[in-house]
């Protein structure tokens, strides 16, 4: 099982940016699908996650109303639409895929497979 990243980069406050992360060697639609994020020195955050049918997404009020996650389930990707972006966004953005129930999805453990992270650097 693969999971890339893709689309991070060093940006404004306030510009967008869409992450993108490629899933290969698994059943993609048996899986929902997490963005995390950890900064130095920080632990792993949940950022975002997503049914398999993309019918329902879940954030934390910390990216509520300026990320969105989506899938596109032809191409085995799922994207982190980010807008609105902030210093604190700052940090190692990771995807995952999980065979959990939705109470599980903001938990890292709870995921069974991890990519290798992608930086996003929004300087001020």
């Known amino acids: 099982v693969q999971l890339v990243e893709s689309g991070g980069g060093l940006v404004q406050a306030g510009d967008s940016l869409r992450l993108s992360c490629v899933a290969s060697?698994?059943?993609?639609?048996?899986?929902?699908m997490g963005w995390f994020r950890q900064a130095p020195g920080k632990e792993r955050e949940f950022v975002a996650a997503?049914?398999?049918?993309?019918?329902?997404?879940y954030y934390p009020d910390s990216v509520k109303g300026r990320f969105t996650i989506s899938r596109d389930n032809a191409r085995n990707t799922v994207y982190l639409q980010m807008n609105s972006l902030k210093p604190e966004d700052t940090a190692v953005y990771y995807c995952a895929a999980t065979t959990g129930l939705t109470p599980g999805w903001g938990r890292p453990y709870e995921y069974e497979y991890w990519g290798q992270g992608t930086q996003v650097t929004v300087s001020s």
């Open positions: 997503v049914s398999w049918s993309g019918g329902t997404t």
């Open positions: 060697g698994l059943t993609f639609t048996d899986y929902a």
